[in-house]
């Protein structure tokens, strides 16, 4: 058969009917505009962004300010660097885990009586090693250590189905660890209270704002 076919696709060729491959001729480049080269020159004009400033080796367990933003209506909004693991010393955390974990705190802290109306953000770090909390208003650290403490516990004791984890849902509903959610959550938990834990960078003046 496949003789056949090969016979067959060779008459085609020489009949006409199907024309040969055409050489490939690679494209000329074309010359840098002067647009281009202003987009270069701002891209290395770039300043560094806030979380780019901090000190990554020298980053233990925590709960890190790590911006306040003023809104243009004039509302402060807080990030918190929830910090979970020590960068580039320790293993990142899975993200099958951290997926199940945003679920489950997203979950919690919109229900927390106290804190439900200030909660903005809950979501994973890109590069895996704890996550951001953004609250509304102007709080600190030590304003937030017994919430995420009570949110930490609630997914270490959790059981049963992830809120959220169907395909009407979640955009990514399989793509989930619960059980390395709540050992994330023990791990982190056992941190809380011992002598490395902090709740200021290592240079508190890297705090930024509007940057």
Same mark, same amino acid.
């Given at each position: 058969?496949? $003789? ?9 060729? &020489? ?6 491959p ?19 020159? &701002?891209?290395?004009e ?10 990554? %080796? ?8 790590? &911006?306040?933003?003023? %809104?243009?209506? !004039?509302?402060?909004v807080? %990030? ?6 020590? +960068?580039?010393? @320790?293993?990142?955390?899975? +993200? ?5 974990? @945003? ?17 903005v ?7 895996c %090693? ?15 250590? @017994? ?16 809120? !959220?984890?169907?395909? &009407? ?7 989930? $660890? ?11 938990l056992? @941190? ?7 709740l ?12």
């Amino acid at each position: 058969m496949a $003789d056949n076919y090969l016979e067959y696709r060779m008459e085609d060729m &020489r009949s006409g009917r199907l024309s040969s491959p055409k050489k490939f001729v690679p494209r000329k480049r074309k010359p840098v505009s002067q647009d281009d080269r202003s987009c270069i020159q &701002r891209h290395a004009e770039m300043k560094k962004i806030a979380s780019f400033t901090i000190d990554h %080796t020298r980053l233990e367990p925590g709960i890190y300010v790590s &911006r306040r933003d003023v %809104t243009p209506s !004039g509302d402060v909004v807080t %990030t918190f660097d929830i910090r979970m693991t020590r +960068p580039n010393r @320790e293993p990142a955390l899975d +993200p099958k885990a951290l997926h199940a974990m @945003e679920h489950l705190v997203a979950t919690y802290l919109r229900n927390d009586p106290e804190w439900s109306d200030r909660i903005v953000y809950w979501g994973p770090m890109g590069c895996c %090693t704890g996550n951001y909390l953004l609250i509304s208003g102007e709080c600190s650290s030590e304003d937030v250590k @017994e919430l995420v403490r009570s949110a930490m516990k609630f997914v270490a004791d959790f059981e049963g189905a992830v809120p !959220g984890a169907s395909a &009407r849902d979640c955009g990514n509903y399989t793509f989930m $660890d619960l059980q390395g959610a709540k050992d994330a959550a023990v791990r982190y938990l056992n @941190e809380f209270d011992g002598t490395d834990f902090s709740l200021e960078y290592p240079d508190a003046s890297e705090i930024s704002s509007d940057q």
